[in-house]
């Protein structure tokens, strides 16, 4: 994931933001960041090491003042990331008055609830190994009226489609069969029959074989096979195929970025 905006900031040194996976060169990248991804910059996020990108890259010595004695009052920290939004003037009064009210509502949210929201917002930017971390801590709380046996399975589940778009399909497995223990729902069972059909390794337990009606089981094979299509007619296996039909000598330069570029990929990921 990549951020350009149209501010130039003269930025030797940009701030990365490990939980995105991203470097920042602009006030305006930062401000674009924190307001459009609150549940990744409420906790901890304006600490010394953004306060010295301020000062000595985006040369905002007087707003990293203002932050840091608004978090030495011992008032609500939140604020701090509203002066960086007033301050860096991108967003507007009104807009920033709306960035307030979220985080306010996310404020009220149940403690499990917001670590998922964020395990969930780490998932939807591919940042899969991170959202995985926060999953395994929400799957070690106790039980309780609200963490309850539909939470658990909701976990499970958001943990296996970690693990499964991280190419670990047996531990994706373990956790779909533990999120439809939690659920009993229809899709997550699908997602086990397709899983122990694209690796013969894992093998369904007769019980679950029993519950998969003929029926289902030709409408989830129908499936399968338009999505094997679909990826086999996609862009990336497309290209894939045009590289392999290039001179060796330009094949084997294209092989290099490509694998450098997975790999850069996967790194995020995990």
């Known amino acids: 994931m990549s951020l350009l905006l149209c501010r130039q900031e003269h930025v030797k040194r940009p701030y990365f933001m490990e939980s995105m996976g991203i470097h920042l060169y602009s ?27 301020l000062r000595e890259e985006l040369n905002q010595g007087f707003l990293a003042l203002k932050v840091e004695r608004w978090l030495k009052s011992g008032e609500n920290p939140d604020e701090a990331l509203m002066i960086i939004l007033q301050e860096c003037d991108y967003y507007s009064m ?101 899983l122990s059909r694209i690796d013969s390794r894992l093998i369904l337990s007769q019980e679950l074989q029993g519950e998969i009606t003929e029926k289902q089981q030709k409408l989830w094979d129908d499936r399968l096979i338009r999505a094997r299509q679909k990826a086999r007619d996609s862009k990336q296996v497309k290209e894939l195929e045009a590289l392999f039909q290039k001179d060796p000598v330009k094949r084997q330069a294209g092989e290099a970025e490509r694998i450098y570029q997975w790999k850069q990929e996967y790194r995020n990921m995990a």
């Open 94 to 194: 009104a807009e920033v008055g709306r960035f307030r009210q979220m985080a306010a509502a996310l404020r009220k949210k149940h403690p499990a609830d917001f670590m998922r929201m964020k395990a969930d917002e780490l998932f939807s930017l591919r940042q899969y190994g991170r959202a995985v971390k926060l999953y395994k801590e929400l799957l070690e709380l106790p039980s309780s009226e609200h963490v309850d046996d539909l939470f658990f399975g909701r976990v499970w589940n958001n943990l296996g489609s970690c693990y499964a778009r991280m190419f670990q399909l047996d531990r994706a497995f373990e956790a779909f069969e533990n999120a439809y223990k939690k659920s009993q729902q229809e899709v997550i069972l699908e997602r086990l029959y397709d």
């Open 27 to 53: 006030s305006q990248e930062l401000s674009y960041v924190i307001f459009n991804h609150p549940m990744l910059v409420l906790d901890g996020f304006v600490d010394e090491r953004l306060l010295t990108f």
